[in-house]
């Protein structure tokens, strides 16, 4: 049997887009001579369609969608993901099922178990988990089908109390396929894979994973779709961030060459990654938002040039506009800066001062501010009027403005609400400062982009004469170390303590990360590239009891 | 038996608090004769804790406040709420469990069945559901012990597959008690209180159940915990919005006076639950995150003249500040008509023109903005400097900013992100224009608050030249009907023309409320009164193709 893998970037809701991008991969797979064409998770609806599901019209034209495609299987077999009624009496209306289709029509489905709902996942709000397995056949085979998280339980001692795998091993399947909708974060991949390796080496299968790729809101998939022989070998492993086809003889597994599981990646490695899950990210969310032009406040500081780069990568440097609105505390070598890396990158880039409007401002508050001391107040009247002054453009142009926040800033709420926050995608606040500038050197690596300068110099909000970010926070190397402890590594605070960090900074951190919550709430949607993004997948009441910031 | 229900309002993360309230009901009952005390679903930790259910010290810290209560339970037995780790080999990591204590300590803990994960709901991103349900015993009763949700798939048609209390039956219980965290909605009480007294009468037991009183982050608590005998029939209801502290006499239910089911509200009933709903949820919003000082930006117009009156309720007068912000194309009577409401409630209230403001602000965007034609983005402008000056107050007085945004325009996304959006508290956000105006008679119903003409004349955003929403909006008894058919009864297109809706104003209505959804994403958290709020519980994609509006 000769079994093709689609990896394709599928559109939440664009019911005829993503049927006929499988409806070609189908053709183009019969004409290389596969018998047997896999897509990944829910590919007919793309994912995550959230509450969409929800709407019975939309789980209609879904079926449709697979009927559609079945119809395309006159030749060739097809597995396709989407939502299946759930006949049982009691339970979900729906499940997340896996259709295997040929002979024009739909001939078994499975319906996936393990139903991840932690982090940025939320399946059992719409999914009924299914309670009994079966393997599908197909060409005188048994294949052990099974939807992405079916396979993530391998001992039967994690967050399910069942292993789908090991039920229908039972019934001597040949092979293993599993569709998936696995999100990128810069570290998950090499976990992943041994995941998988894990699964082919215990059934003494090979496996066939065809994953999603392509940007969803703020989920980034990075697709990497692969396949195993049956010691649990790495064959061959599809792009990560592109789409992709290709074909596998299954008789051929276990002689090819195999390829090493990958390795955690390095520090370059990590930022080569983020950054080409970063350009995806954004290209995807305009793409299918239908938007083609952003806008970016460009400060001189590292944060706002990063995000130009990446944004010109993305989009191309004719569709990015850099908008530079220096203030009373605005230095001038930070509005050269900016300067010098609009012109390198060679993107339109505008001068708008925010002095009058930040005086009359200013002006109007004169009345109530007067005896008062100046302090957080009149800064953040600088970063709003640039806000109003971008959203302006924005509004009048059509370009969407990107934000420019970093995570270590968001975590602690350094950051004006409805000023620097704006924007309608932030594109490194899952980021954090020292990582953003691994961002810079990669950027620059073969030549100066941005400005040296822009790089070197300590950073500071220019929000009032001589301010530095240390004034207020603690270098950027501790900070993210420690918020990497609170988050990623889901430390409490004895527990971040007894890693060596000073105490007072750890609740002094800890009561700023929980003080800012609010602000948090009000974000734009965040490009996840970490195993904990502070947007989407962290859930924080607003009103609780902080006080004990040792719980 | 005595049985006290406790409802009480809890605080979440505010162990000694909670404990402490706990503590004192325990006393409180003991002296009053009880056996046993009744507390309502998660109260040691308060509801809903979200995320910082997922750290191991918050469960250590619940675990601590349900053996100090239960150190308090020598004379009297209680049954608590809170977390309990789940010591099987695979599953979530915990249970939401309900612990009987007397003896000075945990005698038996019940494990909730049915997790809610829907709507505002995500228990399963937390808890395992229990597989097996056993009663407790206590007083020599066996006692059909549930939490909230279990008790309602009566039919196990429902949600889920399986009905606890089928199987608790089988025990021979001699009652049940059921302990929630159910949140208020305006329509929400007689279906709840129908479902409790159909499982009253189809078990033959008396019910007691002890639901939660009080806001968190947006959800409301009603309180309205009750009584029923064995016939099914209310023999109490504790009051909603308020705490309490009542005894019953087990072998009386059957015997004293009952009272009638509640009925749907009418339209007068709903505003008033509606009203007072929000009292609760802004005073506890404030008095959670320790708050005193609410700021309002005062229009003239009938949504900031409601939010307003019912903030100056829930804080108290003297703790509400009105600003009024004139702007180039306010009108007079707008200015006259929010002095008057702020005087008849003798609230203070400054007015700061923003036209200066509006001026600089236009000026530098002149050059840009040279030779295009007016329209949104210069709306705009003036809406977002309003809200840079309010912000400003926030910042300098650290008053909270009550945002004054109704349903009706926050669902077609007739309103400025980053301008009138703001705040740290959405009051009207899940209140439809008609219902704004309802709002607003009962509260001159006792003789003239809000004037008038704000009630009467049309409303404007009067952003431009003898604005009225009409120019872009249907008339808000139409538009309001065909959300409450969108949302509330969730009909796709199809189904709202066939309620008699005109099939292009249904297509423009549903198109507008997708392409504001990215506005929606950065909106306050909102005070949640219907059984469909566009905040917390709707969860949707920004970038889905939503070309197909009758899917």
Redesign the interface.
Request: hydrophobic share 30%; charged share 20%; net charge neutral.
């Given at each position: 049997m000769r079994i093709a893998l689609a990896q394709i970037n599928y559109?939440?809701?664009?019911?005829d887009?993503n049927a006929d991008r499988m409806l070609a991969a189908i053709n183009d797979a019969r004409n290389h001579g596969a018998d047997l064409v896999v897509f990944s998770e829910l590919s007919v609806c793309?994912y995550?369609?959230?509450?969409?599901l929800?709407?019975?019209?939309?789980i209609?034209?879904c079926m449709e969608a697979v009927n559609q495609v079945a119809a395309g299987c006159t030749e060739v077999a097809a597995i396709v993901g989407g939502p299946y009624p759930n006949t049982?009496?009691?339970?979900?209306s729906l499940h997340n099922s896996a259709f295997l289709l040929y002979g024009g029509q739909v001939q078994q489905v499975y319906h996936k178990g393990l139903l991840p709902?932690?982090d940025v996942f939320?399946e059992?709000?719409y999914f009924?988990p299914a309670r009994e397995f079966h393997t599908v056949s197909y060409g005188g085979e048994r294949i052990a089908l099974t939807v992405c998280e079916d396979i993530w339980?391998l001992d039967?001692?994690?967050?399910?109390?069942?292993n789908p795998p090991d039920i229908l091993k039972k019934e001597n399947p040949a092979l293993m396929i599993n569709i998936s909708a696995s999100p990128f974060t810069w570290n998950h991949s090499p976990g992943r894979i041994r995941i998988m390796s894990e699964n082919a080496r215990k059934y003494q299968m090979p496996l066939f994973t065809a994953n999603l790729v392509g940007g969803?809101?703020g989920l980034i998939f990075d697709g990497a779709s692969t396949v195993f022989n049956s010691s649990g070998q790495l064959v061959d492993m599809l792009p990560l961030f592109g789409e992709d086809l290709r074909i596998y003889d299954l008789s051929m597994l276990d002689t090819v060459k195999t390829k090493p599981l990958p390795t955690h990646p390095t520090q370059e490695e990590k930022c080569h990654l983020i950054y080409n899950a970063l350009v995806l990210g954004i290209r995807?969310?305009f793409r299918?938002?239908g938007l083609k032009k952003a806008l970016i406040g460009l400060s001189g500081g590292v944060d706002s040039a990063v995000t130009l780069v990446i944004a010109a990568e993305a989009l191309g440097k004719e569709n990015v506009w850099a908008v530079l609105l220096p203030g009373p505390y605005s230095t001038e070598h930070s509005v050269d800066d900016a300067i010098a890396l609009a012109t390198n990158l060679g993107v339109r880039h505008?001068t708008?001062?925010?002095n009058?409007?930040v005086?009359?401002?200013r002006?109007?508050?004169a009345s109530?501010?007067q005896d008062?001391r100046p302090?957080?107040?009149e800064e953040?009247?600088q970063a709003?009027?640039r806000?109003?002054?971008l959203?302006?453009?924005s509004?009048?142009f059509g370009h969407l403005l990107l934000n420019t926040s970093n995570k270590s800033e968001a975590a602690v709420g350094y950051s004006t609400?409805?000023g620097d926050m704006?924007g309608?995608l932030s594109v490194l606040g899952d980021v954090y400062k020292t990582d953003v500038y691994g961002l810079a050197r990669l950027i620059n690596a073969s030549g100066e982009v941005i400005p040296e300068n822009t790089i070197s110099k300590p950073p500071s909000a220019e929000l009032k004469p001589n301010q530095k970010d240390t004034d207020s926070l603690p270098e950027y190397e501790v900070l993210d170390g420690l918020l990497n402890c609170l988050f990623e590594k889901?430390m409490?605070?004895?527990e971040i303590i007894r890693e060596g960090y000073n105490s007072a900074l750890v609740r002094r951190v800890i009561k700023m990360v929980y003080g800012s919550e609010?602000k948090r709430?009000?974000?734009?949607?965040i490009l996840r590239v970490s195993s904990k993004c502070l947007g989407t997948g962290?859930?924080?009441?607003?009103?609780?009891?902080?006080?004990?910031l040792?719980?």
């Open positions: 559109h939440v809701g664009n019911f887009y793309g995550p369609p959230r509450d969409l929800l709407s019975d019209a939309f209609k034209r049982d009496k009691g339970g979900k709902t932690y939320n059992y709000r009924e339980n039967g001692q994690g967050m399910y109390p069942v969803q809101t995807d969310y299918k938002t505008d708008i001062s925010i009058d409007a005086s009359s401002l002006n109007s508050l109530q501010f008062t302090g957080i107040a953040n009247i709003r009027a806000a109003v002054i959203m302006g453009l509004n009048k609400l409805y704006c309608g889901q409490d605070a004895k609010y709430y009000q974000s734009p949607p962290r859930e924080m009441p607003l009103d609780a009891a902080y006080g004990a040792d719980y």
